[in-house]
Nanobody
């Protein structure tokens, strides 16, 4: 059974940093796309970043501030978030899928974590 478990969320002041982790189990994910999405209250789920093979992709609003990485040996994907802004406040979800297409479309992902809250105070 596939399971994704996120950790690392919390409350931080604007300008601060957090590192999210997502540990996957149930199969080997080295060939899978691993991604992060977020959802703020009253808003739709938004693509944040994805690792497609060894290539990282980001939504424009986080470029230069967030870094996605993965450790295939640990079946884990990370999201290092620096220079956080209040508008980054959301529940962050990791997701995985086995196709490289449409990596920014949440509807195309097979497995999801339970989410971790990130709150950035001004």
């Amino acid at each position: 059974q596939v399971q994704l478990v996120e950790s690392g969320g919390g409350l931080v002041q604007a300008g601060g940093s957090l590192r999210l982790s997502c540990a996957a189990s149930g199969r080997t994910f080295s060939r899978y796309v691993m991604a992060w999405f977020r959802q703020a209250p009253g808003k739709e789920q938004q693509f944040v970043a994805a690792m497609v093979g060894v290539t990282a992709y980001y939504t424009d609003s986080v470029k230069g501030r967030f870094t996605i990485s993965r450790d295939n040996a640990k079946n884990t994907v990370y999201l290092q978030m620096n220079r956080l802004k209040p508008e980054d406040t959301a529940v962050y979800y990791c997701a995985v899928k086995n196709s490289e297409t449409a990596f920014d479309d949440p509807g195309r992902y097979d497995y999801w974590g339970q989410g971790t809250q990130v709150t950035v105070s001004s």
